[in-house]
């Protein structure tokens, strides 16, 4: 085997000193025993740099490790987050051990919290009182403008009090915890046995309480479904707050109250001016909750005009859906102004203006379909049976009259709109209400004989 070139070895030993120089002792292990005892195992030496380990209660879980989902508030696998303008931003400037107070000591919620009994309003300060602490950590919080520190690290400022120089000069870091935009009741819920986990979790089982144990809307929901009709009603304005006019305030300093997508897929995502209309249709009431009805008709009504409301050759076809979906229609436009004006203009209202009655131009069928023939499909007695709204938004009651009066008596044509068979059982119509039958019948009118 042929020999290295001294330079080639010389090279390779440097390179190792560099590398295990940079290194360190870190990486150097030592042999130490099993915590029982059985075997060895190799754990690595600490250097004098090394960072100490994470304080207990700065974060949810020791080492702000990531609290199960189970252990959160219901409704966070629809809302991983608070709502930033229901619940702004907080500061949290103190450390504290939920864990530690309720597990280990057997303190309950209400030992820190007793306001929370009795508490009507989301803006109560629930926070228990600095005197609070004073009994286990032997500090006197009597007077805050001169608290006197206890004995050993437990009673000392900066053992609770986290930011920089915490206690020195007897200030310590503020507390920011902003008024919630929600009317709430602490002790509406408090009667009714409903406990702290049902809105904020399991809060025992975590050190510090943050703005993630905060409650998500689709919890509520499982006690305030929409369709409540008892104390926990479940209407928008039940929980959030409102403008003078009584819809729901969704301005706010941390941004705007929008509706996420699980609630009835009414997200207001760029794509939501195509499918609004699916969402409205569906439930009016819920959009109605934040806007007024102004809102809506300022592009429908035609004071902004947007041009995909309806297809670009609307006016040729809307005549078949409005046939088949006029209350679809009338949330728009009114039939004896919008409809009625634009047949009169353009001349097949039955009082459009005669220079304007363009030949062949007409609303109806032609009369041997729409009058003269035999009841059908598309005979007039048809239409205004199955839909006598649209007939009244051009036709005054002096138009029917016209032709189904009594010949000579009420001045009519004397055509009969009744089925056949109809004599043997007039007398319940007539004294139902007889008015209808006096439209086309004199009271003295032989015909009635045999319905009064």
Known sequence: MSRLPAAFVLWLACGLAALIAGLGPTALA???????????????????????????GVAPLYGDVEVPLGWMPPGTQASPVPSDEIFPPQTISIRFNHQLHMVRMKMRCASCHPGAKTSERSADRLLPAATKCDNCHGTDHRDLLAVKPGKGDTGACGFCHLGQDAGTGGRVAKLVLPAPNLRFSHKAHYLRNISCGHCHGNVEKLELATRQQLPRMAGCFTCHPKSSRGKAKGDCITCHVTRPGGTMKTSFSTGQLLPPMWLHGAAHTPDFLARHKVVAGANSAMCGSCHQDRFC?????????????????????????????????????????????????????????????????????????????????????????????????????????????????????????????????????????????????????PVLTPCQ
Request: hydrophobic share 30%; with cysteine.
């Open 30 to 56: 030592q042999t130490a025993p099993s915590p029982d005892g059985t075997a060895s195992a190799s754990i690595p030496v600490a250097s004098a740099s090394a960072a100490p380990p994470p304080l207990h």
């Open 297 to 445: 008709t300022d592009c429908h009504d035609g004071r902004v005009r947007p041009r995909d409301v309806h297809p670009g050759d609307y006016i040729s076809m809307h005549a078949i859906e409005a046939q088949q979906a006029s209350s679809s229609c009338t949330s728009c436009h009114q039939l004896q102004s919008f409809c009625a004006d634009c047949h009169r203009r353009v001349g097949v209202g039955r009082d459009s203006p005669s220079a304007r009655r363009l030949a062949g131009r007409r609303f109806h069928p032609p009369p041997s379909e729409f009058t003269t023939a035999p009841r059908g499909p598309r005979h007039h007695a048809w239409e205004a049976q199955r839909n006598l709204n649209a007939c009244v938004s051009c036709h005054v009651e002096r138009d029917c009259v016209t032709c189904h009066a009594t010949k000579g008596i009420r001045g009519g044509a004397g055509v009969n709109p009744h089925p056949v068979g109809f004599t043997s059982r007039c007398d319940a119509a007539f004294s139902r209400n007889p008015r209808p039958c006096l439209v086309c019948h004199a009271p003295t009118d």
